[in-house]
């Protein structure tokens, strides 16, 4: 069965720190792993790792893959009360006849960051 | 671009009650997902459609629930009965077909009492 497993589950930092955030995975069929971040609605896309060791950045926040060690990190420096949320991984399988397995995403269970000011 | 959305936002039943949510996906998406997130976890994918044909339902409890996508457009899951353990929030996502950007809608929140 895939399993994807992220921690820790949850932390409480205050403003300007740095934290990361890890997940490991074990799945089947590998394509890419996807970093999601959930306040109290739908969860909203952050980054789509498909190559191990090649940084995505966005702002301050950055994430990295590493699919020999079957991992991947999440890190926002300077953190802000807005950045409070559940962060989710996920993998998704390479796709089958027609594009049809781009949406089955295996997550894991999430971490929970809250930021105090 | 209107996003996914769902209906309704909330609803409490009690056990073995019955309820259905719905989803209209982004237009022109072909395909249409509904995910389970049970509180504290990630969420789990329940149903895959691409147009009104389903692709896997393998993790669909089938005893209790249903999902249709009539028309290939809207959806709905229901369940029935409900148990306590449905307690959750139902996420409705497209996709355009061989794009890989999954889009969610808030969700439905079940709280079976």
């Known amino acids: 069965e895939d399993k994807v497993v992220q921690s820790p589950l949850s932390l409480v930092v205050h403003e300007g720190d740095t934290v990361t955030l890890n997940c490991s995975y074990e799945?089947?069929?590998?394509?890419?792993l996807l970093w999601y971040k959930q306040e109290k609605k739908a969860p909203t896309f952050l980054f789509m790792l498909?190559?191990?060791?090649i940084e995505k950045k966005s702002g301050r926040l950055s994430s990295i893959l590493d699919k020999k060690e079957l991992f991947s990190i999440l890190n926002i420096t300077a953190t802000q009360t807005g950045d409070s949320a559940v962060y989710l991984c996920?993998?998704?399988?390479?796709?089958?006849?027609?594009?049809?397995?781009?949406?089955?995403?295996?997550f894991g269970q999430g971490t929970i960051l809250t930021v105090h000011p | 671009e209107a996003g996914v959305a769902q209906s309704p936002r909330y609803k409490i039943i009690e056990k073995r009650q019955s309820v259905a949510f719905w989803c209209n996906p982004i237009?022109?998406?072909?395909?249409l997902y509904w995910y389970q997130q049970i509180l504290g976890q990630g969420p789990k994918l329940l149903i895959q459609?691409?147009?009104?044909?389903?692709?896997?339902d393998s993790q669909l409890p089938k005893d209790r629930f249903s999902a249709e996508r009539l028309k290939g457009v809207d959806s709905t899951l229901k369940i029935q009965p409900a148990k306590l353990e449905d307690s959750a929030v139902y996420l409705c996502?497209?996709?355009?077909?061989?794009?890989?950007?999954?889009?969610f809608g808030e969700g439905s929140r079940l709280t079976v009492l």
């Open positions: 996502a497209s996709s355009s077909l061989r794009l890989w950007e999954l889009f």
């Open positions: 799945v089947t069929n590998f394509r890419s």
């Open positions: 498909t190559s191990s060791g």
């Open positions: 996920a993998v998704a399988p390479p796709p089958g006849a027609g594009g049809t397995s781009y949406g089955k995403l295996t």
């Open positions: 237009s022109g998406h072909a395909t």
């Open positions: 459609f691409q147009n009104n044909g389903v692709v896997d």
